[in-house]
T-cell receptor, first 116, second 114 residues
Framework: GAVVSQHPSRVICKSGTSVKIECRSL??????MFWYRQFPKKSLMLMAT?????????EQGVEKDKFLINHASLTLSTLTVTSAHPEDSSFYIC????????????FGEGSRLTVL | AQTVTQSQPEMSVQEAETVTLSCTYD???????LFWYKQPPSRQMILVIR??????QNATENRFSVNFQKAAKSFSLKISDSQLGDAAMYFC???????????FGKGITLSVRP
């Protein structure tokens, strides 16, 4: 199967600091990766679409200067939450699409961010 | 824009019984995919079942099957012989054939009574 790994799974940081979350496709090349945010008992909200070698496309209402996304290779995308505030505390999930479009996306385990 | 509606926030089923989770969607496209994802307490999203819109036959994966009614834009999930491990949030999702974005419904919390 296709495996997507996120790291770290949990992170606690102080207000004003920046936090980087990594999303790796371990056994396939991911031309496109997606970043979602999820509040407790709520649905996944798409934040941005990340294509390898190009700038990410952000959804309406998502601050691109606050949530920096980089997709430097076919197996790695990173989400950096800059100058974190307590309201940025959330569960962040990435998903990846294989080169061959079977329609299916593969999800990482998610990362719990807590900003103090 | 496509929308996915899951109108029931919670459901409960007795172990070994059958439960059906409902989902409707709205689209003007003819080429699309539909999915049901399970999110257990671990928060890992797990694909339960997928359906290509061009296929008339309903998808089946072991105890999980769908009732895909394309004209009615309905895509319900039936779980047979429910098990305690089926307790989770379930999300219905839509993907256009033209791009890779998934549009999720609000989700439904399924509890399984022993």
């Amino acid at each position: 199967g296709a495996v997507v790994s996120q790291h770290p799974s949990r992170v606690i940081c102080k207000s004003g600091t920046s936090v980087k979350i990594e999303c790796r496709s371990l056994d396939f090349q991911a031309t496109t990766m997606f970043w979602y945010r999820q509040f407790p008992k709520k649905s996944l909200m798409l934040m941005a679409t990340s294509n390898e070698g190009s700038k990410a496309t952000y959804e309406q209402g998502v601050e691109k200067d606050k949530f920096l996304i980089n997709h430097a290779s076919l197996t790695l995308s990173t989400l950096t939450v800059t100058s974190a505030h307590p309201e940025d505390s959330s569960f962040y999930i990435c998903s990846a699409r294989r080169r061959t479009n079977t329609g299916e996306l593969f999800f990482g385990e998610g990362s719990r961010l807590t900003v103090l | 824009a496509q929308t996915v509606t899951q109108s029931q926030p919670e459901m409960s089923v007795q172990e070994a019984e059958t439960v059906t989770l409902s989902c409707t969607y709205d689209t003007s496209e003819s080429d699309y995919y539909l999915f049901w994802y399970k999110q257990p307490p671990s928060r890992q999203m797990i694909l339960v079942i997928r359906q290509e819109a061009y296929k008339q036959q309903n998808a089946t994966e072991n105890r999980f099957s769908v009732n895909f009614q394309k004209a009615a834009k309905s895509f319900s999930l039936k779980i047979s012989d429910s098990q305690l491990g089926d307790a989770a949030m379930y999300f219905c999702a839509y993907k256009s054939g033209a791009n890779s974005k998934l549009t999720f419904g609000k989700g439904i919390t399924l509890s399984v009574r022993p």
